[in-house]
T-cell receptor, first 114, second 114 residues
Framework: NAGVTQTPKFQVLKTGQSMTLQCAQD?????MYWYRQDPGMGLRLIYY???????DKGEVPNGYNVSRLNKREFSLRLESAAPSQTSVYFC?????????????FGDGTRLSIL | TQLLEQSPQFLSIQEGENLTVYCNSS?????LQWYRQEPGEGPVLLVT?????EVKKLKRLTFQFGDARKDSSLHITAAQPGDTGLYLC??????????????FGQGTRLTINP
């Protein structure tokens, strides 16, 4: 039971470098999400995709772009990494976009920007 | 400013004691979810409460949704070391459009000492 798989698990970047965080789910879910988690801040929504072919901004979208490649995959791209983007990034999915549906999370990508 | 405020942020108690953690807001929520997160992993859903005044039990954990749907509590009876983790409340505030969006509290980090 893979659920939600995120790659890589750890990454160190230099300021100004770019990278893409990958996320795939095998539960045939329609909706997918990207969050960042910082100490004392809980999780904050960066972008979400209610269904294949659609993406929308969340609470903290600046500095990020996303692609819903197909129903399974939702990637997050940092075009020019900044130290403020040092965080743990979580991908999640849910069966639909209805609010009381459970969200299923991956184990996170720990990203450090030097 | 956090839309959902959790208290306390940190709690360390001895095995066998009881505890309550709180999740409060000035906004009305159509539902609230509680997640538990262990180190190195993503959050896992424990429960969803939907109706004002609702009480749900999960073994030694009791969850309550406030009558006005602005707050929730989690009570643990006879805490065990396996209860250690970060507890997060989350919900879709009715004043924000988009049923898919969840806002999270900053979390309560609970440590149960043997």
């Amino acid at each position: 039971n893979a659920g939600v798989t995120q790659t890589p698990k750890f990454q160190v970047l230099k300021t100004g470098q770019s990278m893409t965080l990958q996320c795939a789910q095998d539960m045939n879910h329609n909706s997918m999400y990207w969050y960042r988690q910082d100490p004392g801040m809980g999780l904050r929504l960066i972008y979400y995709s209610a269904s294949e072919g659609t993406t929308d901004k969340g609470e903290v979208p600046n500095g990020y772009n996303v692609s819903r490649l197909n129903k399974r995959e939702f990637s997050l791209r940092l075009e020019s990494a900044a130290p403020s983007q040092t965080s743990v990034y979580f991908c999640a999915s849910s069966e639909t976009g209805v609010s009381n549906q459970p969200q299923h999370f991956g184990d996170g990508t720990r990203l450090s920007i030097l | 400013t956090q839309l959902l405020e959790q208290s306390p942020q940190f709690l360390s108690i001895q095995e066998g004691e009881n505890l309550t953690v709180y999740c409060n807001s000035s906004s009305v929520f159509s539902s609230l979810q509680w997640y538990r997160q262990e180190p190195g992993e993503g959050p896992v859903l424990l429960v969803t409460v939907v109706t004002g005044g609702e009480v749900k039990k999960l073994k030694r954990l009791t969850f309550q949704f406030g009558d006005a749907r602005k707050d929730s509590s989690l009570h643990i009876t006879a805490a065990q070391p396996g209860d250690t983790g970060l507890y997060l409340c989350a919900g879709p505030p009715t004043r924000i459009q988009g049923a898919q969006k969840l806002v999270f509290g900053q979390g309560t980090r609970l440590t149960i000492n043997p």
